[in-house]
Nanobody, 125 residues
Framework: QVHVAESGGGLVQPGDSLRLSCTAS????????MGWYRQAPGKQRDLVAT????????NYADSVKGRFTISGDNAKNTVYLQMNSLKLEDTAVYYC??????????????????WGQGTQVTVSS
């Protein structure tokens, strides 16, 4: 069982920056994909960004490319999401995910993964 814990949400103004952190603990596989998803009120949970531990491969939603950067500290099983130039539409609950992956970076089925509790990010003027 893997426990995922997020931190770093808050209330900011448009154009501001914020950094989210997420740490996975427990039985951690050698390779995994960790990342961030977000869910605004009344909407589905959507991908924001992911990173693969062994390769450092990253994946971003088009809406955040050029503004958000995901990075990882493998020794700490921690990933970070640096969010710059925040917009009103970035307001959502941000969830961290952990999913084991094969050596070549193929994610295991979602049932083997874990989610954090979520952290609120509110962008408001």
């Amino acid at each position: 069982q893997v426990h995922v814990a997020e931190s770093g949400g808050g209330l900011v103004q448009p154009g501001d920056s914020l950094r989210l952190s997420c740490t996975a603990s427990g039985v951690i596989f050698e390779n995994y994909i960790m990342g961030w998803y977000r869910q605004a009120p009344g909407k589905q949970r959507d991908l924001v960004a992911t990173i693969t531990r062994l390769t450092g491969h990253t994946n971003y939603a088009d809406s955040v490319k050029g503004r958000f950067t995901i990075s990882g500290d493998n020794a700490k099983n921690t990933v970070y999401l640096q969010m710059n130039s925040l917009k009103l539409e970035d307001t959502a609950v941000y969830y961290c995910s952990y999913n084991p992956a094969t050596q070549d970076g193929t994610s295991w089925p979602p049932d083997f993964g874990s989610w954090g509790q979520g952290t609120q990010v509110t962008v408001s003027s």
